[in-house]
Nanobody, 117 residues
Framework: QLVESGGGLVQTGGSLRLACVVSGFTLDDYAIGWFRQAPGKEREGVACMSTTDGNTFYADPVQGRFTISRDNAKNMIYLQIMNLKLEDTAVYYC????????????WGQGTQVTVFS
């Protein structure tokens, strides 16, 4: 089970730290990712991190503003969001998959991030 928290209402330029607590399995052998879905749009991946070497990947719109991290000891996943923009408004989801798998089978329920000017 994955449960996100940390969303909220934030002014443009502000920051948020999303957290995702994982239960039922240990993160050590899992790659992780954050996705978001804005109203009327398809869900998109914004950041991911491998399990073996900690390599990260960020979607172009969030490069330099978002940072994905993990704490395997605490079974936690994080997404630090800086310099929020109106277009970052979306429901944010954390996800996990075993290293080497294509699909993410484990998802949280989402946390709403709303940015206003």
């Amino acid at each position: 089970q994955l449960v996100e928290s940390g969303g909220g209402l934030v002014q443009t330029g502000g920051s948020l730290r999303l957290a995702c607590v994982v239960s039922g399995f240990t993160l050590d052998d899992y790659a992780i990712g954050w996705f978001r879905q804005a109203p009327g749009k398809e869900r998109e991946g914004v950041a991911c991190m491998s399990t073996t070497d900690g390599n990260t990947f960020y979607a172009d719109p969030v490069q330099g503003r978002f940072t994905i991290s993990r704490d395997n000891a605490k079974n936690m996943i994080y997404l630090q969001i800086m310099n929020l923009k109106l277009e970052d408004t979306a429901v944010y989801y954390c996800a996990a998959k075993r290293s080497g798998n294509q699909e993410y089978p484990y998802w949280g329920q989402g946390t709403q991030v709303t940015v206003f000017s």
